[in-house]
C-alpha cells in the first residue's frame, strides 16, 4: 500500500492498495494530513502498517498513525520520536517491534540528519540506547532478515556526502558489516526480504556523479556475508521506487514512484534434453507448456508412438544421460515419481495437472521423460522420448 507522496504540485493525502495489478482507492474521510517522506512497515503480529512522520509546509512531523485495512487510527504514545522525514521502519518479527532509525530532523537547507535509534511496540515508542550506531544518514535502504534476526541497513546520505557501507542491527546494538563485493554509494534505494531466497534485496536508488544525479536501475542480494548484483531483464524502477515482496504472488514488487508496478520472478521454462530413439518407424516426442504456480494445467505431451498403447511418465528432480544402445537413453534418475495413461488412436497422450499456489515451488527444477509399450523396440520393448527439464516460474 502506499499513502501521501507529492503529485508534482501539491502534497497528497491519499491512500491505495495494490490488488493484483490494480490500485484500489482506499482514502477515507479520516486520513493522515498530507506529507512526503513519511515511513511505513506492517506490523505481522498485530497485522496492522504503521505510519511514523514525514514532511510539509517546511516541517517534519512525528505522529504516529496505523492502517487496519479500513481505516487509519491516530495513536497517542506517551514519548515520541523526534520529528523526522525520509526515515526508515522495519518490522522486527523475532521481538515484534517495529524499528525507525535516521532521517532528516531539518529538510531545508543545510539539512539535518539523525542517527537516532526507535522501537515501537504498539504502545509506546522507546529510545534504543545503543554502544554503537551508523553515521546519521536519510534516504537509505533499511529491510528486517528474519532468517539471521537483522535489521539490515545500507546507503543513504547526509548533507555532504552519500554513503555504501551496511550496518545491522540485532536488538541491541548496531554493528557494521564489511561485505567483499558492496553495491555503490546512493540514496533513495529500497530494500526488502525475499523469503523465498532468504536474501535481503536491494534496487535502484540515486547517486551523485560530477555535477549530475545518476538514477540507478541495478539490484543486489545480501546474504550476510556479501552482496551479489542480480541479472534482471524487463523494465527496471529508476530512482526512488519502493520494493516489497509480494506473499500471495511468490515474487518482488517494484513499485515507482507514479505508480508503475514492476514485478521481479522467475520466467518458467521448458527445455527439450536429448532426443527420443527410433521404434516402430518413428522417433517419440515430449513436449510440455511454460509452467507457472497457480497454472490450472501443466502439460506433458507425447508424440509419435504406436495407438491405443499404454505408456508412462518418470519424474525426477536430477538428469542424466545414460546411454542403453541402439541410440535410446535414459535422462531422468531413479527414484522416479510415474504415473501412466495410454496414448490415442493417433499415438498422442497428455498428461496434465495444476499446479499449487505456493510460492515455495518457484524455481523448482525437475526432469521429465515418458516411455510407451513398443514390441519393435530393442531395449526393453520399450519406446523412449527426449527429456524435458521444467523450472517452475512465477
Not at 89 to 96: G, P, T, V
Not at 253 to 271: D, F, H
Amino acid at each position: 500500500m502506499t499513502f501521501g507522496g507529492h503529485d508534482g504540485t501539491n502534497d497528497v493525502d491519499d491512500t491505495y492498495e495494490l490488488r493484483g495489478n490494480v490500485w484500489a482507492d482506499r482514502t477515507t474521510t479520516s486520513q493522515p494530513t498530507a506529507r512526503v517522506g513519511a515511513a511505513m512497515s506492517y506490523d505481522s503480529q498485530r497485522r496492522t502498517v504503521v505510519l511514523n512522520g514525514g514532511f510539509a509546509l517546511l516541517l517534519s512531523w512525528n505522529d504516529t498513525v496505523e492502517w487496519d485495512g479500513t481505516s487509519w487510527t491516530w495513536r497517542s504514545p506517551l514519548n515520541r520520536p523526534t520529528p523526522l522525514s525520509h526515515h526508515r521502519l522495519s518490522f522486527d518479527s523475532a521481538r515484534n517491534r517495529t524499528v525507525l532509525f535516521g532521517g532528516y530532523s531539518k529538510r531545508t537547507y543545510p539539512s539535518t540528519v539523525s542517527n537516532e535509534t526507535w522501537e515501537w511496540d504498539g504502545t509506546n515508542w522507546k529510545y534504543a540506547l545503543t554502544a554503537n550506531r551508523p553515521p546519521a544518514r536519510a534516504e537509505f535502504g533499511m529491510a528486517f532478515d528474519p532468517v539471521r534476526r537483522r535489521v539490515v541497513v545500507f546507503g543513504g546520505q547526509d548533507s555532504t556526502a552519500e554513503f555504501g557501507d551496511t550496518w545491522e542491527y540485532d536488538g541491541a546494538n548496531w554493528m557494521q558489516v564489511t561485505p567483499t563485493t558492496s553495491p555503490l554509494s546512493r540514496w533513495g534505494c529500497s530494500m526488502t526480504f525475499d523469503p523465498t531466497r532468504n536474501r535481503i534485496v536491494m534496487h535502484g536508488g540515486q547517486r551523485r556523479s560530477g555535477s549530475t544525479i545518476q538514477l540507478l536501475t541495478d539490484t543486489w542480494d545480501f546474504d550476510g556475508t556479501t552482496w551479489r548484483q542480480l541479472a534482471t531483464t524487463g523494465s527496471a524502477v529508476r530512482g526512488e521506487g519502493n520494493i516489497t515482496y509480494d506473499t500471495r504472488a511468490g515474487c518482488l514488487v517494484m513499485v515507482e514512484s507514479r505508480g508503475v508496478v514492476n514485478r521481479l520472478g522467475i520466467a518458467g521454462s521448458v527445455t527439450a534434453l536429448g532426443t527420443g530413439c527410433v521404434s516402430s518407424g518413428s522417433i517419440p516426442r515430449l513436449s510440455a507448456n511454460a509452467p507457472w504456480i497457480g497454472t490450472e494445467r501443466l502439460s506433458y505431451d507425447m508424440m509419435s508412438t504406436l495407438p491405443s498403447t499404454p505408456c508412462i511418465y518418470g519424474i525426477s528432480p536430477r538428469s542424466q544421460n545414460l546411454g542403453l544402445g541402439s541410440g535410446c537413453s535414459l535422462y531422468v534418475v531413479f527414484p522416479l515419481l510415474t504415473f501412466g495413461t495410454v496414448t490415442n488412436s493417433a499415438g498422442f497422450a497428455e498428461s496434465s495437472f495444476p499446479l499449487p499456489f505456493d510460492p515455495s515451488l518457484r524455481g523448482v527444477t525437475y526432469h521429465t521423460q515418458a516411455f510407451a509399450l513398443d514390441a519393435a523396440s530393442p531395449v526393453l520393448g520399450l519406446a523412449f522420448t527426449n527429456a524435458v527439464q521444467t523450472v517452475i516460474g512465477n
